[in-house]
């Protein structure tokens, strides 16, 4: 896996790719003289190697959509089903209507990770869109409990029907967990939900942190990494990193440090 490339890197990608295809195209067709069959090998080689390096720098969408979905970066299927799309999306990319090939491949690896989730649990597409989006909303506030009234006003649907849209959630997360239990033993266990942590956990944690409470909680539990975090917020891994590590000091000096470090040893 490689790092993300930029618009100037994926630009310069994308000739390559477009030049190796059209090799490929004419190294079918025959009827070619030696010299002009050894070019296009060149021209089909170094396509082939610019397609690698695009697929390997957009693999960490892969794990973002994944975990995005409260699921940990090793759940077979799930992996499997990103990497489907990122494939499927190199496949179907056209390079000259200048599209960004990251936020083609995004489309087609959601797309495919959310059909994995839907089949797993056995829900409707609409059922499964509807779940997508109730977990966007519990995501915007780590912190608030959400009623059922304000869910089924965000989602604009009836109390019942919002009702059913976190039951259907609540049986998502039980599930991916189970498994992960199944075939990652003890380790594979999930991160507290922060609906069900201590109040004065929340509160000394909000306090401390202000607005950076979801990043430092998501940090601490493992669920996305500095660079995820980072991505959703617009800033650098370095100044997320800083960030966070200003917190975790905020966190060990203040005075209920203790009682703090024991409840996250005892998660």
């Keep these: 896996m490689l790092a993300p490339l930029t618009l100037d890197q994926e630009r310069e990608l994308l000739p390559v790719i477009t030049r190796g295809r059209e090799a ?3 190294l079918e067709g025959g009827d070619l003289d030696a ?3 050894r070019a296009l090998r060149r021209e089909r080689e170094e396509g082939q190697r610019a397609e690698s390096t695009l697929l390997r720098a ?3 969408l892969v794990r973002l959509r994944v975990t995005e979905r409260g699921y ?9 089903a990103g990497v489907e799309g990122l494939v499927n999306a190199l496949h179907r990319f056209d390079p000259e209507k200048g599209n960004r090939f990251s936020t083609y491949a995004n489309y087609w690896i ?8 839907r089949q797993q649990v056995g829900l409707s597409e609409a059922e499964m869109e509807r779940v997508l989006a109730l977990q966007k909303l519990l995501r915007s506030d780590l912190a608030k409990r959400f009623s059922t009234r304000e869910i089924a006003a965000a989602l604009g649907v009836s109390t019942a029907s919002a009702r059913e849209v976190v039951q259907m959630n609540h049986e998502i ?3 991916r967990f189970e498994t992960a239990d199944l075939d990652r033993g003890l380790e594979a266990r999930p991160a507290p939900d922060v609906h069900e942590a201590p109040t004065w956990v929340i ?3 909000r306090r401390l942190c202000g607005d950076d409470f979801d990043a430092f909680w998501q940090y601490a539990f493992h669920t996305m990494s500095i660079a995820e975090i980072a991505r959703t917020r617009g800033i650098s891994r370095q100044a997320m990193s800083k960030r966070l590590e200003k917190w975790r000091r905020v966190v060990r000096e203040s005075p209920e440090a203790a009682r703090l ?3 996250f040893d005892q998660q």
């Design 72 to 80: 940990r970066f090793g759940n077979e299927e799930l992996e499997a």
């Design 173 to 175: 997360i039980n599930r």
């Design 261 to 263: 470090r024991e409840w």
């Design 24 to 26: 490929t195209r004419r």
């Design 58 to 60: 957009t693999c960490g």
């Design 203 to 205: 509160e000394e944690l």
């Design 110 to 117: 959601t797309k495919l990770v959310n059909q994995a989730i």
């Design 35 to 37: 010299s002009t069959r």
